[in-house]
């Protein structure tokens, strides 16, 4: 999909938008508990890996758009002290999800993380 109307209109887009924001927040909530949040980003690497064949790439991608959203809509609220949190996270999420794919034997990683 190209047209951003379209994908707003989508009911797929918008429940897997919903799931990706709860397991962030999932994530977030449990930052205190590094075997939840392994679990829980284990569960998606994999899941996306072996179920979906989603290259590893698209992570960061996405990482890059919600990082891109979150300035634009918070604005002043994202400050630079808040824009290095988030772009921490976003690299643990993809530091984590990645090592999913690598146990499950994928090998086409990117070097490179957020």
Not at 26 to 54: Q, R
Not at 77 to 87: A, G, I, K, M, R
Not at 101 to 110: C, D, F, H
């Amino acid at each position: 999909m190209e047209d951003p109307e379209e994908m707003e209109k989508n009911s797929q887009l918008r429940k897997h938008a919903r799931r990706v924001m709860n397991a962030i927040n999932t994530v977030v909530e449990n930052l205190h508990d590094p075997e939840k949040v392994s679990s829980v980003l284990g569960l998606v690497g994999k899941a996306h890996a072996l179920k979906y064949k989603v290259e590893p790439m698209y992570f960061k991608i996405l990482s890059g758009v919600i990082l891109e959203i979150l300035a634009e809509d918070f604005g002043e609220c994202f400050t630079p002290e808040v824009q290095t949190s988030w772009t921490k996270l976003m690299a643990a999420l993809y530091w984590h999800i990645t090592g999913a794919y690598t146990e499950v034997g994928w090998v086409k990683l990117s070097s490179s993380a957020v």
